[in-house]
């Protein structure tokens, strides 16, 4: 393979037999918490959304609330394997937080919890970031 | 591995490695020197530059060699700075980019125009384009001279008036995959790279016409009779004569033909029918694209994740949506051919090569409808039919 997407943080390339670290790969061929098919299959409070796809990516998120926590999380994407692997990664670091916590997750910690997202990638962090301010924002407004 | 993208680059083949490896230690010599050596350095060079001239119906010294195809492709629009250049969307970035930095309003006029487009393969008609182009752009007043007058139709001989204009072909991509005669195309220029055909990257070639206008972009030494300065790169281009004779000795565009258009054809055939949501952006029909390229775009599904969940599966192939730096830009070639974003950033290039077989495709099928079914599940965009 090619050592295209290679940047200073992910300088053990050499060691890698794929494009993205270990991390980024696993939550990419094994994404948590999508959601599969038809949306109305999940029973969720609020929904954020955000991009657009003649732009090359949108992001869904939806979640369920109790209690001010998120107590479930779901998404869906049409995007990048950048952006597939950083929801994946924002939904399990939101999944138990309250609101006020999940708000607090930001791109550079998507970005360490993948560990060796190519910087050229970070604002597909920032997508998932953004969905999921949207859907607490709209669970508020409601 | 299944490496389907032929048209990025194709593996070095084995016989030009073993070249190259040899003509490290017994052409050293710098190839302008007088000395023996040097001399049969030089003989190595005139071989290869008589193959590509035999095979495009030129004359060995209407052939110079270059670093690449960006550089063939830069020496000509510099060639012609300050005056009229004539291109279009569907171009190579380094005819677009220089031709937007160094157009004018001066003749002679420069019509740059590729045989075969990169992305999807549709082979064009030069001299049609050329005749429309020549067409909108003609001054109208009667002082102005008639700048251009197309007098054939397609594969005759293109007279071009030389006062006014002339016209340069990118053939990069057509070389090996379908004949080619640089007078029944009416070329003053035609752009050529080893790398697409077997040969080393970093070799290229450049056809000039007899007679016609250069500009050297590199200057500075006597090399390839003043019109491209800097010592030769013997060894690449060594390599590059292997992969051409071979490609000569196969006649490797009647295989293309055949061969590999049987595999290209099927795949295409097979995406339709057993992906939902997929539809192409090469024209298939004979005559219409080059028998080694299928673009194809799967609704809902972005490119960059099919490429990627395909490359896990070990199966290589290119995107027309990339993703960098913050900004997402659909293939211009899409772009300007379909108009459509999503059509662009869907979009799957698959190219195949003289080394694909019958096995490719079927890997290609067993994997990739379900990647298209999981995307086309997560994705945020609804599929507008089921079909």
């Given amino acids: 393979m090619t050592d295209q997407k290679c940047d200073k943080k992910s300088n053990n390339m050499e060691n890698q037999d794929w494009v993205y670290s270990e991390i980024v790969k696993e939550h990419f061929l094994r994404p948590r918490n999508y959601l599969m098919g038809d949306e109305s299959k999940f029973k969720y409070d609020a929904m954020g959304l955000v991009g657009n796809p003649i732009c090359g990516d949108q992001m869904k998120m939806y979640i369920k609330v109790k209690d001010n926590k998120i107590v479930d999380i779901r998404w869906k994407t049409y995007g990048c394997a950048s952006a597939i692997a950083s929801t994946s990664a924002l939904s399990e670091l939101a999944k138990g937080q309250t609101l006020d916590d999940a708000l607090k997750i930001d791109a550079k910690q998507i970005d360490d919890y993948l560990g060796t997202l190519p910087k050229h990638k970070f604002h597909c962090s920032v997508l998932g970031h953004e969905a999921l301010a949207d859907a607490i924002k709209n669970y508020r407004d409601k | ?387």
């Fill in chain 2, 1 to 387: 591995m299944v490496y389907l993208d032929y048209a990025a680059t194709v593996p070095m083949l084995p016989e030009v490695l073993e070249a190259m490896h040899r003509a490290e230690t017994q052409f050293f010599a710098n190839a302008s020197a007088l000395h023996t050596p040097g001399h049969l350095a030089l003989n190595e060079i005139e071989n290869t530059r008589e193959i590509l001239a035999g095979l495009i119906g030129a004359k060995p010294s209407e052939i110079i060699f270059t670093s690449g195809a960006s550089e063939s492709n830069n020496t000509i629009i510099r060639t012609f700075e300050g005056c009229q250049i004539e291109t279009s969307l569907l171009e190579h970035h380094s005819i677009i980019e220089s031709a937007k930095k160094y157009t004018g309003d001066k003749l002679p006029k420069l019509y740059s125009y590729m045989l075969a487009n990169n992305e999807i393969g549709e082979i064009l008609d030069i001299v049609q384009i050329v005749k429309d182009a020549a067409k909108i752009s003609l001054p109208k007043s009667a002082d102005e001279p008639e700048i251009f007058k197309p007098k054939t139709e397609w594969g005759k001989p293109l007279v071009t008036d030389r006062r006014g204009a002339y016209v340069h072909s990118d053939l990069t991509q057509v070389l090996g995959k379908i004949p080619i005669n640089v007078h029944e195309l009416g070329l003053d220029y035609a752009t050529f790279s080893a790398h697409k055909i077997g040969g080393p990257i970093g070799v290229g070639a450049l056809y000039i016409k007899e007679g016609v206008p250069l500009t050297p972009l590199i200057i500075g030494g006597n090399q390839e009779h003043k019109r491209r300065g800097g010592t030769y790169n013997t060894v690449g281009i060594i390599g590059f004569g292997v992969a051409l004779k071979k490609m000569r000795d196969e006649r490797s565009w009647e295989l293309y033909d055949t061969q590999v258009r049987k595999l290209r054809d099927e795949l295409a055939r097979r995406i339709l029918a057993e992906i939902p949501g997929s539809s192409l952006n090469t024209d298939i029909t004979p005559g219409k694209s080059l028998p080694n390229i299928l673009n194809a775009s799967f609704q809902a599904a972005e490119g960059e994740s099919i490429q990627l969940y395909l490359d896990a599966e070990g199966i290589i192939v290119s995107t027309g949506s990339a993703c960098a730096a913050g900004d997402i830009k659909p293939s211009h070639v899409l772009m300007a051919k379909t108009g459509d974003a999503e059509v662009a950033h869907s979009s799957i290039r698959f190219s195949f090569g003289l080394e694909s077989t019958q096995k490719d495709v079927e890997k290609v099928m067993e994997v990739l409808p379900g990647i298209i079914d999981r995307l086309q599940k997560i994705s945020t965009i609804e599929m507008k039919e089921k079909k």
